[in-house]
């Protein structure tokens, strides 16, 4: 599985406009194949500033999403929502447990 965090900062002006095009993005991404999860979030802390959470199947679905027309969209569209450059940083992970599999092993 592969877990892709992007961190934003929105200009606070076109918060609105950038909170539409993600949950656009995070739509139509959640309908792809090897798609597991795509998520949007604003820090509760931090205004303006926001995380995608994405997990993706493998390398192959990955690729695939970075190909589709809405992240073509998606990337046009963002530059003039942010005050600066994403932070996006990716992660392979080989395995996962819930937190009931850890407790129980307690």
Same mark, same amino acid.
């Given at each position: 599985m592969i877990v892709v965090v992007g961190r934003v900062r929105s200009n606070a002006e076109k918060r609105d406009e950038l909170i539409s095009v993600a949950q656009a993005v995070a739509a139509a991404s959640r309908e792809e194949e090897g798609c597991i999860s795509y998520r949007f979030y604003e820090d509760t802390e931090q205004p303006n500033d926001f995380v995608f959470v994405e997990e993706w199947a493998d390398q192959a679905a990955l690729e695939r999403h970075f190909a589709t027309e809405h992240i073509g969209v998606f990337m046009g &569209?963002?530059?003039?929502? *942010? *005050?600066? +450059?994403?932070? !996006?940083?990716?992660?392979?992970?080989? &395995? &996962? !447990? $819930? *937190? +009931? $599999?850890? &407790? +129980? =092993? =307690?």
């Open positions: &569209s963002i530059p003039g929502t *942010l *005050l600066g +450059a994403p932070e !996006v940083k990716f992660h392979t992970v080989a &395995s &996962s !447990v $819930d *937190l +009931a $599999d850890v &407790s +129980a =092993r =307690r």
